[in-house]
């Protein structure tokens, strides 16, 4: 299983961003689907997940302001951040795990965020 996301870049305070993953492999819609995020000098942090029942989990910091969703078809899960502030600054990576609550067994590479105040 391979993971790329990309989606990232530079936005004001306020502002919107969508993140992508996609996922290669046969049985994408079975698995949950995670956004971590690691700004410098903190530890990476869980955002949001999704299941293959579409159960989402979102980090008390995100929350209201994130939307997780998956497209099956395309084997690709999105990262809808709105309301961005300085502090969302970070890489902001996926994962796939077997369930909500799983282990991440596959990671992407990160997409930076960047936003200013």
């Known amino acids: 299983v391979q993971l790329q996301a990309f989606g990232g870049g530079l936005v004001q305070a306020g502002g919107s961003l969508r993140l992508s993953c996609a996922a290669s492999?046969?049985?994408?819609?079975?698995?949950?689907m995670a956004w971590h995020r690691q700004a410098p000098g903190n530890q990476r942090e869980l955002v949001a997940v999704?299941?293959?029942?579409?159960?989402?989990y979102y980090a008390d910091s995100v929350k209201g302001r994130f939307t997780i969703s998956r497209d099956n078809a395309k084997k690709t899960v999105y990262l809808q951040m709105s309301s961005l502030k300085p502090e969302d600054t970070a890489t902001y990576y996926c994962?796939?795990?077997?369930?909500?609550?799983?282990?991440?067994?596959?990671w992407g590479q990160g997409t930076q965020v960047t936003v200013s105040s």
């Open positions: 994962s796939i795990r077997y369930f909500l609550g799983g282990t991440d067994c596959y």
């Open positions: 492999g046969s049985t994408f819609s079975t698995y949950a």
């Open positions: 999704i299941d293959g029942s579409r159960y989402t």
